[in-house]
């Protein structure tokens, strides 16, 4: 059973367009954090959120925390072909000593 | 270093043989943790280190996994009598707060 669901698992769609990926969990999380990993690499960080509420915007990318810290979501903008690759959203329960991965979202931009 | 190293990158091995993966972490990091992604699949916990000293194995599979540090600097994850299950990526990665992985060591098990 995995602590955080995302969905949805697969995308595809073509450059310009918009999309939201989503991030939920029945657990609090003390914080959450979400990754990009291409093939053949290591997840790498985007962004990390800790406020219930809590919006972050990194160019075209907007991270949203929920206001009870269980869910989290990934707005992208006129999307790119780079921004295709696997998104990961992990949270920390309890006292950061590890995070919980979801099981990601493999997002395809086709020029 | 700059980065996390992992070393090998990949790994083919005979099922039933022991492998032995290394991590070197960033200087300074204490935090060290290992994870396993099977294909298309998110990343699965292992263990975590503090120092030299491993608070939560609560990961680790199986008693045929164990995992070592050498005070914060490299640790090694030991897979004994591997077994075709064990095929996946492994990825180590240290923390100052957000977590930087290294690429991984790909395991197969044929």
């Known amino acids: 059973t995995q602590l955080l669901e995302q969905s949805p698992q697969f995308l595809s769609i073509q450059e310009g367009e918009n999309l939201t990926v989503y991030c939920n969990s029945s657990s609090v999380f003390s914080s959450l954090q979400w990754y990009r990993q291409e093939p053949g690499e290591g997840p790498v960080l985007l962004v990390t959120v800790v406020t219930g509420g809590e919006v972050k915007k990194l160019k075209r990318l907007t991270f949203q925390f929920g206001d009870a810290r269980k869910d989290s979501s990934l707005h992208i903008t006129a999307a790119q072909p780079g921004d295709t690759g696997l998104y990961l959203c992990a949270g920390a329960v309890i006292n950061f000593n590890k995070f919980y991965f979801g099981s990601g979202t493999k997002l395809n931009v086709k020029p | 270093g700059a980065g996390v190293s992992q070393s090998p990158s990949n790994k083919v091995t005979e099922k039933g043989k022991d492998v032995e993966l290394r991590c070197d972490p960033i200087s300074g990091h204490t935090a060290l943790y290992w994870y396993r992604q099977r294909l298309g699949q998110g990343l699965e916990f292992l263990i975590y280190?503090?120092?030299?000293?491993?608070?939560?194995k609560s990961g680790l599979p199986s008693d045929r996994f164990s995992a070592e540090r050498t005070g914060e600097s490299v640790s090694t994850l030991t897979i004994q009598r591997t077994q075709q299950e064990d095929s996946a990526v492994y990825l180590c990665?240290?923390?100052?707060?957000?977590?930087?992985f290294g690429s991984g060591t790909r395991l197969t098990v044929v």
């Open positions: 990665a240290s923390s100052n707060y957000g977590y930087t």
């Open positions: 280190f503090q120092g030299n000293s491993a608070p939560d």
